[in-house]
């Protein structure tokens, strides 16, 4: 099974973007899919989950409000709807799959056993 991330770019600070990701391969049934992002020099920290089939959504507090985060969990894609960006946006964004987890640790990054290859988002001031 392979994760394919998509939609990153260059935009300027209030500006959107849409990042969207879909599985190939194997079918498989994903608990939980995420958004993790990566800044230069700082750690991977997580930013956004939807339980599949359920569709409960999770957000970190620094992008609540802007971003949207949704799923079909048919297809196993995922998207993530990125509105008012900032210039600390700025990362590179990688989608996870996870099989059935614990509610609780949707914010792990271990929680993940599928990652896609990540995709660049740049917010210029």
């Known amino acids: 099974v392979q994760l394919q991330a998509s939609g990153g770019g260059l935009v300027q600070a209030g500006g959107s973007l849409r990042l969207s990701c879909a599985a190939s391969?194997?079918?498989?049934?994903?608990?939980?899919m995420a958004w993790f992002r990566q800044a230069p020099g700082k750690e991977r920290e997580f930013v956004a989950a939807?339980?599949?089939?359920?569709?409960?959504?999770y957000y970190a507090d620094s992008v609540k409000g802007r971003f949207t985060i949704s799923a079909d969990s048919v297809k196993n894609a995922v998207n993530l709807q990125m509105n008012s960006l900032k210039p600390e946006d700025t990362a590179v964004y990688y989608c996870?799959?996870?099989?059935?987890?614990?509610?609780?640790?949707?914010?792990?990054?271990?929680?993940?056993?599928?990652w896609g290859q990540g995709t660049l988002v740049t917010v210029s001031s």
């Open positions: 996870a799959a996870s099989g059935p987890i614990y509610s609780g640790t949707y914010l792990r990054e271990t929680s993940y056993g599928i």
């Open positions: 391969g194997r079918t498989f049934s994903s608990y939980f």
């Open positions: 939807v339980r599949s089939i359920v569709g409960t959504t």
